[in-house]
C-alpha cells in the first residue's frame, strides 16, 4: 500500500466535500423544506374532460411558468395519474397563487369593429360587445376568427424593444396557428368588412384583453405585440397567450393548507428523530469497536457533510424537495451506512482474531469485503430507483433521498474510511508494533 496515495485519497475526497458544503454554507443555500415540513399550500387538479398524458403535462408546464411569473419560489408541480398536484411550500397569499394557476381560461381571437358606445351589434353574425380588462368601457367585437392555441405553448414573453426601449410580447406560432393568425392579420390590415379598426382582439373568457394595431398582413413564425404597455401589463398579457395553448380545462378536486407550525412541528420530530438514532449507533458504536469508532465518528461525518450538500443542490436544481419522508429516507440511511462498518470492522476482527497483524489484515479484510459491501449498497440504489419510477408522491422522496444517500456511503466508504483504516493499521495506534499480531480486544469488545 502507498502512503501518499491513501493520504491523497482523503485529502482530496475531504476538500471536495468541504468545498461543496461551504459553497452551499456562503450562499446561504439550504435543503428546499417541502410541503409537510414548512408549510404552505396543496392544490389537486382534475381535467374537465378526458385528457392523454401529453396534455397533462402541457398544462403543468404552463401551471409552473405562472408560478415562476408571479415570483412565486419553488414550486412543486407535477402530473400524478389523471391529476396534476401542485405544492406550494410557504405560500402565505393564496389569492395570488391560485391568480397564477388559473391557466385554463378560453383565448379567442375576434376582429375589433369599433370601441365605445352607441355601437349597433349584429348577434346572427356573431358580433358582440366585450368589457375591456382595463376598464376603459367596451368594444363590438366581430366573430370568433380564431383561438389561443394558435401560438405555441409557453412561448409568450415580455421583453424590452431595443429599437424604441418600449416592452413588448413576443409570441411564437404553431405551424399550423401560422394560417389562421394570418387569414384574421389580413382581413384587418385590409381594414374593410368585419375589421374597419384594424385592430385585433386577443380575448380572455368574454374579456377583451388587448386590442393591437394589425401593422403587416403576413407574420413569419411569431408576433410582436407592442404599445404604451407598462411591465404589469405586458406581463399580464403573455400570460393570457400562454393560457391560450392550454389543450384542456382544469378544475379543483381538493385544496389543503398546511400551517408553518404543523411544518415546523415536522421537521423537529425528524430532526429529533435523527439525533436519537444517529447518538443510539455511535453509543453502540464507540462501547464496541473502541478505537475503531474514530474512523466510524470521522466517516459519519464526512457522509453527513456530504449528504447534506447533495440534497441542497438536488432540491434547489429540481422539484424534489425535500419532505418528511425524504427525511426518512435519510435517517434509514444511517443505518445502511452503519451495516457498512460493520460488515468491514467485522471481518477485520475475524482476520486479527486468526493471528494476523494490523497491517495484512486490513487490506485482506477490504478486498474479502468490498464487493459484499458494492452488492448491498447496489441492491438497496436498485430498489431506490425502481420505488422512484413506480411510485408517486412522497415516496418518490423517499426512495430519491435513499438512492442519493447510498451513493454517498459508497464514496465515504472507498475514498475516505478505507484508506484511513489502512494508514491506522499501518500505525502504532493500536498496537505498538504493527507488523506484530495485535489483541483483538485492541479493536473491539471481546467476542
Not at 82 to 100: H, K
Not at 284 to 292: D, E, H, S, V
Amino acid at each position: 500500500m502507498n502512503n501518499k496515495r491513501l493520504w491523497a485519497s482523503i485529502i482530496v475526497f475531504v476538500a471536495v466535500v468541504v468545498g461543496l458544503l461551504g459553497t452551499v454554507v456562503s450562499s446561504g443555500r439550504t435543503p428546499v423544506l417541502g410541503l409537510d415540513l414548512k408549510g404552505g399550500l396543496s392544490v389537486i387538479y382534475a381535467t374537465e374532460e378526458e385528457a392523454d398524458q401529453e396534455q397533462l403535462i402541457i398544462v403543468r408546464d404552463l401551471m409552473r411558468e405562472q408560478l415562476e411569473s408571479f415570483g412565486i419560489a419553488e414550486p412543486d408541480v407535477r402530473v400524478e395519474g389523471d391529476n396534476i398536484i401542485v405544492d406550494l411550500p410557504g405560500v402565505s397569499d393564496q389569492e395570488e397563487a391560485f391568480a397564477a394557476l388559473q391557466v385554463s381560461g378560453i383565448v379567442t381571437l375576434r376582429p375589433v369593429i369599433a370601441c365605445g358606445t352607441g355601437v349597433p351589434v349584429d348577434e346572427s353574425l356573431g358580433q358582440a360587445t366585450l368589457p375591456r380588462a382595463d376598464g376603459l368601457g367596451d368594444c363590438v367585437v366581430g366573430a370568433v376568427g380564431g383561438s389561443g392555441e394558435v401560438f405555441e405553448q409557453g412561448s409568450a414573453g415580455a421583453t424590452i424593444d431595443q429599437r424604441t426601449g418600449q416592452w413588448v410580447v413576443n409570441v411564437d406560432l404553431r405551424d399550423d396557428g401560422e394560417i389562421v393568425w394570418n387569414q384574421l392579420a389580413q382581413q384587418c390590415f385590409a381594414g374593410a368588412g368585419d375589421c374597419p379598426s384594424r385592430q385585433l382582439a386577443i380575448v380572455l373568457d368574454d374579456v377583451l384583453q388587448s386590442a393591437p394595431t394589425v401593422q403587416t398582413p403576413d407574420f413569419q413564425g411569431s408576433v410582436q405585440i407592442s404599445g404604451e404597455f407598462s411591465v404589469d401589463e405586458v406581463r399580464s398579457l403573455a400570460r393570457v397567450l400562454n393560457r391560450g395553448a392550454v389543450p384542456v380545462a382544469v378544475e379543483i378536486q381538493r385544496q389543503e393548507n398546511v400551517s408553518a407550525t404543523a411544518g415546523q412541528d415536522s421537521l423537529n420530530a425528524a430532526l429529533i428523530a435523527g439525533l436519537i438514532g444517529v447518538a443510539a449507533v455511535l453509543a453502540f458504536m464507540i462501547a464496541y469497536y473502541r478505537k475503531l469508532s474514530v474512523v466510524v465518528i470521522a466517516g459519519l461525518l464526512v457522509w453527513g457533510m456530504t449528504v447534506f450538500s447533495v440534497a441542497t443542490f438536488v432540491s434547489q436544481a429540481t422539484n424534489y424537495a425535500l419532505t418528511l419522508a425524504g427525511a426518512t429516507g435519510i435517517i434509514v440511511a444511517v443505518g445502511v451506512t452503519v451495516d457498512t462498518y460493520v460488515v468491514f470492522f467485522e471481518r477485520l476482527r475475524d482476520e486479527v482474531r486468526h493471528g494476523r497483524s494490523m497491517r495484512n489484515a486490513a487490506p485482506r479484510s477490504f478486498q474479502a469485503t468490498w464487493r459484499t459491501i458494492l452488492s448491498a449498497d447496489l441492491v438497496s440504489l436498485m430498489a431506490s430507483l425502481i420505488l422512484f419510477w413506480l411510485s408517486v408522491g412522497s415516496v418518490k422522496g423517499f426512495a430519491l433521498y435513499l438512492g442519493l444517500t447510498t451513493v454517498c456511503d459508497l464514496l465515504v466508504f472507498y475514498f475516505f474510511t478505507r484508506p484511513s483504516v489502512f494508514l491506522l493499521s499501518m500505525s502504532n495506534w493500536f498496537d505498538d508494533n504493527p507488523n506484530r499480531e495485535a489483541p483483538v480486544e485492541a479493536i473491539g469488545a471481546p467476542a
